[in-house]
T-cell receptor, first 111, second 112 residues
Framework: EAQVTQNPRYLITVTGKKLTVTCSQN?????MSWYRQDPGLGLRQIYY???????DKGDVPEGYKVSRKEKRNFPLILESPSPNQTSLYFC??????????FGSGTRLTVV | AQSVSQHNHHVILSEAASLELGCNYS??????LFWYVQYPGQHLQLLLK??????LVKGIKGFEAEFIKSKFSFNLRKPSVQWSDTAEYFC??????????FGQGTTLQVKP
């Protein structure tokens, strides 16, 4: 089944403790992206990647890092999480024809 | 810069009422337009999309949307909503960069 898999689904952590949210797609898509969803703000792009080893900032990149060492994986790294990064995060990949597939989401709480 | 604006943040309807959710975008070039739905606790699902051709597009679950280029609009409609349509709806646009830009979302609550 074609899908984007994120882990974990839920995460509660403390301020300053590094964490990684994984994202993997099995559709051989070149383009991958991370979004955060906050009430009243919709989804905002954090980072995106056009291909392996090619990443770029989205609209709200501060406090986040990404890497794209292989085509299928695009992890999101929070080196020192803060409470304002409490949010719902979605990973997405895009294939031909601009069809996006979204992961199931990761609900992160930073206390 | 590209942007997407959804007119209504919260809509409450009774079952069988008609629905129209407004979406306007700002982008001067060729765009691809999408409507996504997010049911409570779930991820985004594509309702419908417009790339080119007939500006009236039909999606899943009886939804349709009309692209009006002169108004930069892509409004979502459904003739008769059901309780199961209770969800959050997002309009999204991408241009030639491929970046998908979302509106703020509209929460639809359908009362049985």
């Amino acid at each position: 089944e074609a899908q984007v898999t994120q882990n974990p689904r839920y995460l509660i952590t403390v301020t300053g403790k590094k964490l990684t949210v994984t994202c993997s797609q099995n559709m051989n898509h070149e383009y991958m992206s991370w979004y955060r969803q906050d009430p009243g703000l919709g989804l905002r792009q954090i980072y995106y990647s056009m291909n392996v080893e090619v990443t770029d900032k989205g609209d709200v990149p501060e406090g986040y890092k990404v890497s794209r060492k292989e085509k299928r994986n695009f992890p999101l790294i929070l080196e020192s999480p803060s409470p304002n990064q409490t949010s719902l995060y979605f990973c997405a990949s895009r294939g031909q024809g601009y069809g996006y597939t979204f992961g199931s989401g990761t609900r992160l709480t930073v206390v | 810069a590209q942007s997407v604006s959804q007119h209504n943040h919260h809509v409450i309807l009774s079952e069988a009422a008609s629905l129209e959710l407004g979406c306007n975008y700002s982008y001067g070039g060729t765009v691809n337009l999408f409507w996504y739905v997010q049911y409570p606790g779930q991820h985004l699902q594509l309702l419908l999309k417009y790339f080119s051709g007939d500006p009236l597009v039909k999606g899943i679950k009886g939804f349709e949307a009309e692209f009006i280029k002169s108004k930069f609009s892509f409004n979502l409609r459904k003739p008769s909503v059901q309780w199961s349509d209770t969800a959050e709806y997002f309009c999204a646009v991408n241009g030639n960069t491929g970046k998908l830009i979302f509106g703020q979302g509209t929460t639809l609550q359908v009362k049985p």
